[in-house]
Every structure is written in C-alpha cells, then in structure tokens.
C-alpha cells in the first residue's frame, strides 16, 4: 500500500526517537540504521518510501570504468528510475572506503523529486551534496570511485543497511539523530501512535522546564498527569 500524504506530513512532525520507542514496544529494536548522519542541517525530516540498492565486494575484472557504459547498470539504472517521493537507499556492507555516489548522481536525483538517499558507507563530492539540500545520510566523506570496492548487483531488494533491515517500500524517516525503518505495513498506526506520543512529550517537557519532577509524569504513570495533559492540550489545540 502507497504512503498516504496524511501519513506522510504526520511522520515529517515525530522524531526518530520517538518512533524507535514504539517500534521498541512492538518488538521491533533492530530498525535505526547505525553509523549515519546527514550531510547538513536539518530543517525538515526526511520521510519516503525505500527504493534499495545493493552492493557486494567488487570483483575486479568485472567492475571497470566501462561498466558505465550500460544504462542497465544497477547503480545507476536505480538513479534514473527512482520515483518522485522515494527514498534511494544504499547496502554499501558499511564500508565508506569508496564512494556509493557522488554529487552528479545525487544531483539527479533531486532533480527527479526524490525524497532523500541514505548509504552505510560515504558519498563523495559530500559538500556539493550537502549544498544541494536533497536529505542525505551516511557514514563520512568517501573520495574514491565506488567501482574501487563496490559492485552493485541488484536494485529493488532486501537489504541491510548500518545492520538495519531494509524492505522495498518500507518507510525511512530521517531527522538529525539519524535514519529509522518503519517496516511498510506499519507506516499508518506507527505516525498516528508518534504523534500522539510526541503530544504528550512536548506537555511533560514543558512541565519540567518548570521544574516539574519525573516522577509519575515521565512515564506517565500518575492517572493525574493525563489528566492535566488533556487540559493543556485542549487548551493549545494540538
């Protein structure tokens, strides 16, 4: 099932703390992927559908500059044909030694609309991606061609990606923390859950600037808590 556009903007509104939490309660704990970070500021969170890539070591008589060539070429055969709205991610086995794309590439795919790229390894030209302002996530800076150590094999598959998980069509939200995987058939009640999850924490928050104490507010075990929330939220209309 597509991501709705409610979901969607109810997602852009959570954090990817929030949404691991709840996961975490689904038993669900293996879904952030590990050791990435965007490559600029965040002012809105990342939110798509996965379209995956997946590469393996490199062989070496068959991975030369001439594979290019063919426009069947996995990597790129993913790039021209990543749908306006999706997210490109990258199974680059968590190696940043070499490049997963560059500047060009990534280039295109904003130009196409898509919603963001992900890599567990790095991405060269990683200013250049940064200025472009399409959300991209991953390990460090990578100079090196990704023909030096990656062959890409397949698009539109499972994958692991920072030994998360990764499903075609299951949903990345992105945000300053990092990359997390809703799996697809989640994607609804998890935003709607978040949301209201994340209600609550902007109220004990706000109660604890002043100066509030944790104790039955954070978790909310004190029956009162909920009460004065459903007070203050009315009272803000949120």
Do not use: H
């Given at each position: 099932m597509a991501l709705s556009d409610t979901t969607r903007k109810l997602l852009r509104k959570v954090s990817t703390a929030t949404v691991a939490t709840i996961l975490f309660k689904r038993g669900l704990?293996?879904?952030?992927?590990?050791g990435v970070l965007p490559l600029h500021p965040v002012t809105e969170s990342m939110v798509g559908e996965a379209v995956t890539v997946r590469y393996i070591p490199a062989r070496e008589d068959l991975n030369g500059l001439e594979v290019f060539k063919d426009p069947a070429h996995p990597q790129r055969r993913a790039v021209e044909n990543c749908p306006?709205?999706?997210?490109?991610?990258?199974?680059s086995r968590k190696d940043a030694r070499a490049a997963s794309a560059g500047?060009?590439?990534?280039?295109?795919?904003?130009?196409?609309?898509?919603?963001g790229v992900v890599t567990d390894g790095g991405f060269r030209d990683s200013a250049?991606?940064?200025?472009?302002?399409?959300?991209?996530?991953h390990q460090r800076p990578s100079a090196p061609t990704n023909l030096?150590?990656?062959?890409?094999?397949?698009?539109?598959?499972?994958?692991?990606?920072?030994?998360?998980?990764?499903?075609?069509?299951?949903?990345?939200?992105?945000?300053?923390?990092?990359?997390i995987v809703i799996p697809a058939h989640l994607a609804e009640e998890i935003a709607v859950e978040a949301t209201e999850m994340t209600a609550y924490e902007d109220f004990a928050a706000a109660k604890v600037a002043e100066g509030r104490s944790l104790v039955g507010l954070y978790?909310?075990?004190?029956?009162?808590?909920?009460?004065?929330f459903a007070t203050w939220r009315q009272k803000r209309g949120v």
């Open positions: 704990r293996n879904q952030m992927i590990q306006a709205g999706k997210v490109l991610v990258f199974d500047a060009i590439l990534v280039g295109r795919l904003k130009a196409r609309g898509v919603a250049e991606i940064a200025a472009l302002g399409i959300p991209a996530y030096t150590l990656n062959q890409a094999i397949d698009i539109d598959v499972p994958i692991a990606c920072g030994d998360a998980p990764v499903f075609p069509g299951d949903v990345l939200l992105g945000d300053a923390d990092g990359v978790p909310a075990t004190d029956p009162a808590s909920l009460t004065e």
